[in-house]
């Protein structure tokens, strides 16, 4: 089974950068969907950032277009999330995400069947 560790969160001010990091156990992970989700203290966990299993076409939320940009490095078994222009209302924790089939999945968590442990963001004002 595909185990995924995230790293790279931390607290920073507004309008600030971030880069989370999302290592997989096995290199199948190269040929998976992957996506970033993330959760705020009382709020449903809601889509970030996917990228697709057969090409490095990549969508975001509304909410991110412009400020967040997903990537994957296939030599280094990871995907990142560059997260810049950070708003206090980002505070979440960061899960990355993959789907092991070589499939299109959407934006709902239930596309998803192997999670991270989670990194903690914190944007202040």
């Known amino acids: 089974q595909v185990q995924l560790v995230e790293s790279g969160g931390g607290l920073v001010q507004a309008g600030g950068s971030l880069r989370l990091s999302c290592a997989a156990s096995e290199r199948a992970f190269n040929t998976y969907p992957m996506g970033w989700f993330r959760q705020a203290p009382g709020k449903q966990r809601e889509f970030v950032a996917k990228v697709g299993w057969f090409s490095s076409s990549t969508s975001y939320a509304d909410s991110v277009k412009g400020r967040f940009t997903m990537s994957r490095d296939i030599a280094k078994n990871t995907v990142f999330l560059q997260m810049n222009s950070l708003k206090p209302e980002d505070t979440a924790v960061y899960y990355c995400?993959?789907?092991?089939?070589?499939?299109?999945?959407?934006?709902?968590?239930?596309?998803?069947?192997?999670w991270g442990q989670g990194t903690q963001v914190t944007v202040s004002s």
């Open positions: 995400a993959a789907r092991r089939m070589r499939v299109v999945v959407g934006t709902s968590p239930g596309d998803y069947d192997t």
